[in-house]
């Protein structure tokens, strides 16, 4: 245990001597008040007659929330590893108890859990905040889940963060890259938002499952929305597909990262 504990203490140091990575940190809380104060406005603006187009920009936000909740945690694990890749720390790792297996694992198991902690508190804040504010024709979106939707969401979308940290981690040689791959995995991370056009709410819809967060992300919307269309699958069905494809996808990029980091 005291092996982690110094491991630990070496990543807090790590995390809060950067700007950025305290800002990522930060983003699920600044995604709160954007979701509990900011979005409620738009939603105000729009004629209440108007419901299909208040349907949309409810999803559309909503898809905003759920993706960005757990994509910037996702950029600091990118940040955390492309820099040991350029300061070559993990070759001195490898050679310590912990070895470089046991470190990676470590390293994912604490942005997972804030991953998780981060999701839930977007979702439980705005449901406790806003969750009034979120009503299509008088019916709340959020009396429609509990804290088990909740938590599950979170469990899942957070493997996405692993995943997409660990394949731009392995990919990116140095800061430039990593943040070049950042910037361009924001617009995969929005892809799923594609399910707002009325084209993508049928069968069509899966043709984005080639993006790992859809199925977390549709899940949600699936057990928020009132209305559904005859494609959709139930929410526990997603959770369950979505899990199985992450999960692969996760073992790809954690054999993969350390054969990239020697290099």
């Known amino acids: 245990m005291g ?12 995390i809060f001597r950067d700007p950025m990575n305290l800002y990522m940190c930060a983003f699920p809380v600044i995604m709160l008040i954007l979701a509990a104060f900011v979005f409620p406005l738009l939603f105000e603006s729009v004629d209440i007659l108007q419901g299909a187009v208040l349907r949309a920009v409810m999803m559309l936000l909503l898809v905003v929330m759920l993706a960005f909740g757990s994509f910037f945690l996702a950029a600091m694990a990118t940040f955390l590893l492309v820099e040991q890749k350029d300061e070559h720390t993990l070759y001195t790792i490898a050679v310590t ?11 994912m198991g604490y942005i997972y859990l804030m991953s998780v902690l981060g999701n839930i508190l977007v979702l439980a ?25 909740i ?12 995943v997409l940290g660990l394949w731009q981690g392995a990919l990116a040689k140095n800061k430039v890259e990593g943040f070049a791959l950042i910037k361009g995995s924001g617009m ?14 049928g069968k069509l819809q899966y043709v984005l499952g080639v ?6 992300i549709r899940g949600m919307l699936v057990q928020l929305m009132p209305v559904g269309a005859e494609a959709d699958l139930s929410y526990a069905l997603y959770l369950l597909i979505g899990t199985a494809y992450n999960l692969l996808l996760l073992a790809a990029a954690y054999k993969m990262f350390p054969r990239r980091a020697q290099y």
């Open 3 to 14: 092996k982690y504990l110094g491991l630990f203490r070496y990543e807090a140091k790590t």
């Open 97 to 107: 108890p912990v070895g470089t297996a046991g470190y990676l694992k470590f390293k």
């Open 125 to 149: 804040g705005t449901k406790l905040l806003a969750g009034d504010k979120y009503s299509i024709f008088g019916v709340s979106l959020f009396d429609r889940i509990h804290l088990g939707h």
């Open 151 to 162: 938590v599950s969401f979170a469990a899942l979308n957070s493997l996405f963060t692993l």
């Open 188 to 201: 995969l991370a929005l892809l799923p938002a594609l399910m707002v056009l009325e084209a993508f709410q």
């Open 211 to 216: 993006f790992p967060n859809f199925w977390a």
